[in-house]
């Protein structure tokens, strides 16, 4: 079954990546970062994403990094492209140019848009029953 329509549950591996039960997490590296988008794509495709909008190229997702070096400003702001479920980050170490991050999140969570957003931790609000 598909990660979409499964979701990985708390301290699970699937496939190299990680979960949390809301959020799971994985990096792809390839030989240069077309390479490794066309990973990223291909596993998306696979796992129930395939319909969610993802930038055509790398070249087109490039345009999604943010200029800064600033680290802290990188902490607080999604260097790449976000698009709900999906998250492909750009790696804050810039000598990783060929690999992503890639961050699916669990939509059935019953709070899944106010955490994909942040709303909860903009507002300083505490999440309530895990």
Known sequence: MALREEFP???????GGESDGY??????A???LETTYEMVRQFLKEEGY????IPASAEELKLFRLPTRNKQILL????????NPVRILF???R???ASLILCLYNEKDPQHLLKF??????TGRQERGG
Do not use: C, I, Q, W
Request: hydrophobic share 25%; net charge negative; charged share 30%.
């Open 9 to 15: 549950p708390a301290g699970s591996d699937y496939m």
């Open 50 to 53: 395939g319909e969610v909008p």
């Open 30 to 32: 390839g030989s240069n």
């Open 95 to 97: 000598r990783k140019r």
């Open 91 to 93: 790696p804050l170490d």
């Open 117 to 122: 957003h942040r709303v909860l931790e903009r």
């Open 76 to 83: 607080f702001e999604d260097n790449g492209y976000v698009h």
């Open 23 to 28: 959020e799971y997490r994985t990096v792809f």
